[in-house]
């Protein structure tokens, strides 16, 4: 019996220069962020998504929506977003 067998994703598990420039000027404009999105539109793998969200969290381009460790959430960091954190 011959059974489906699902093609393998060709996924980036290290970035090069040009791909980690256009990703950290592309993703901060996405109002939602999370691993999955950056998986699909970049290609890039599970591991390496989590790593560039933390960074990009880190540098204040992004912010922190909602943290859970399966599924975290981000979206784009503006005034908005500042001013909540504030009151």
């Known amino acids: 019996v011959e059974g489906k067998t699902k093609e393998k994703a060709e996924h980036a598990v290290i970035v090069d220069k040009p791909t980690y420039d256009k990703i950290m000027k592309?993703?901060?404009t996405y109002k939602l962020i999370t691993i999955g999105v950056?998986?699909?539109?970049h290609r890039v793998?599970?591991?390496?998504?989590?790593?560039?969200l933390n960074e990009m969290e880190s540098k204040g381009l992004i912010t922190?929506?909602?943290?859970h460790a399966a599924l975290p959430i981000y979206t784009r960091?503006?005034?908005a977003t500042e001013e909540v954190k504030t009151a």
């Open 77 to 79: 960091a503006t005034a």
């Open 45 to 52: 793998n599970g591991s390496l998504a989590r790593r560039l």
């Open 26 to 28: 592309e993703v901060p």
């Open 64 to 67: 922190k929506v909602s943290h």
């Open 38 to 41: 950056m998986i699909d539109r």
